[in-house]
């Protein structure tokens, strides 16, 4: 009988043991699966990288806002990252929330050797991308330039090809500040812009600006976290108050603050690409997380990765990666909604 009892009581230690060594699997079972935005990749990645919780982790895939989209629809992606919502006629979850996690500035990049700052406006920027001005030394760009040697070399557009909410978000400003021809769409072809011969067209923000390191007498849109990586130039371009700004976590910060007036209930921010505040940069964007708002398998660790993002790591890191932190009325809105993450 003794040796009965001592064995059940090892089998019974053992089975202990067994669960608290299991404990950080068990807790990885939590862990997210997740992607969409090129443009917020460097963030959310860098987020992801140094996250703890309980054991879990995020694995990011930048690709592009409407894969960010699809997937999450899918349910292949725990939580999404898009810089535009759904579509009126996409498919989506009932219960979708837009969380508003991160945002910051598009940069023009460009590589025109000898031409260290570039000044351009919405409208002959507009130009450019539309494949109506092909020469670095078009009289439009060399008025705005008179102390830059510009060379006769031809211009060569690069683009997003894919469904981008950047290319949304950046023909949107192209639109609204009357650049001739333009009109806001995921589609930088359908938008307006030009993709014929001399044109190249890559999948994500990446790959813009890597294309764009390679080749002389390039122009494109990109975030400038990658833009920065790379070396690149960027255009100052000239905001509502009539000022030729660089992109910086400051100078966008300063425009995404001024339009907390444009939050909605449902966290989307209605961005007015004409505002007029001093020292802004007003090429920017925000990226927003997709998550559910009934139960889910994972939304307590969904809930828990999109406050570090939002309260710990873009304040964090803003800076140093070239983003913007939320403040203001836009992130107080990312907090409420943050809160129904179920």
């Not at 054991?55 to 409407?66: Q, W």
Request: net charge positive; glycine share 10%.
């Amino acid at each position: 009988m003794l040796n009965k009892k001592i064995v059940s009581a090892v089998a019974g230690l053992a089975t202990v043991a067994s669960i608290a060594l299991a404990g950080p699997a068990a807790f990885a079972s939590n862990s997210l699966t997740a992607g969409g935005s090129s443009f917020a990749g460097g963030m959310l990645k860098a987020c992801a990288a140094e996250w703890s919780h309980n054991g879990d982790t995020v694995t990011y895939t930048s690709s592009s806002s409407g894969t960010g989209r699809s997937s999450f629809n899918s349910g292949s992606f725990d939580f999404g990252a898009a810089d535009a919502p759904y579509g009126a006629a996409d498919r989506k979850p009932v219960d979708t929330l837009y969380v508003p996690l991160v945002a910051g500035p598009i940069a023009i990049a460009y590589n025109v050797p000898g031409v260290a700052n570039l000044n351009l406006t919405p409208s002959v920027l507009g130009k450019i991308l539309k494949g109506t001005i092909t020469k670095w030394n078009h009289s439009a760009i060399k008025a705005l330039n008179t102390s830059v040697t510009l060379p006769a070399t031809d211009i060569t557009v690069v683009y997003r090809n894919t469904t981008s909410g950047t290319t949304e978000n950046f023909t949107n400003y192209l639109a609204q500040n009357a650049a001739a021809g333009w009109v806001k769409n995921s589609s930088f072809a359908t938008a307006g812009g030009y993709t014929g011969s001399g044109s190249v067209g890559k999948a994500a923000s990446v790959d813009v600006v890597n294309y764009i390191k390679d080749n002389t007498g390039t122009i494109g849109y990109a975030d400038l976290k990658d833009t920065l990586s790379s070396n690149l130039k960027f255009a100052a371009v000239k905001n509502g108050a009539g000022q030729f700004v660089k992109p910086s976590s400051k100078t966008a910060g300063l425009f995404i603050a001024a339009q907390g007036v444009h939050v909605a209930n449902n966290g989307l921010v209605n961005i007015d690409y004409k505002a007029n505040v001093k020292g802004a940069y007003n090429v920017s964007l925000i990226t927003y997380g997709l998550a559910h708002s009934s139960k889910h398998a994972k939304g307590a660790t969904v809930k828990a990765f999109f406050g570090y993002v939002v309260n710990s790591c873009a304040p964090a890191k803003q800076t140093t990666l070239g983003y913007v932190a939320l403040s203001g009325a836009i992130k107080a809105k990312a907090q409420q909604l943050i809160a129904l993450v179920k």
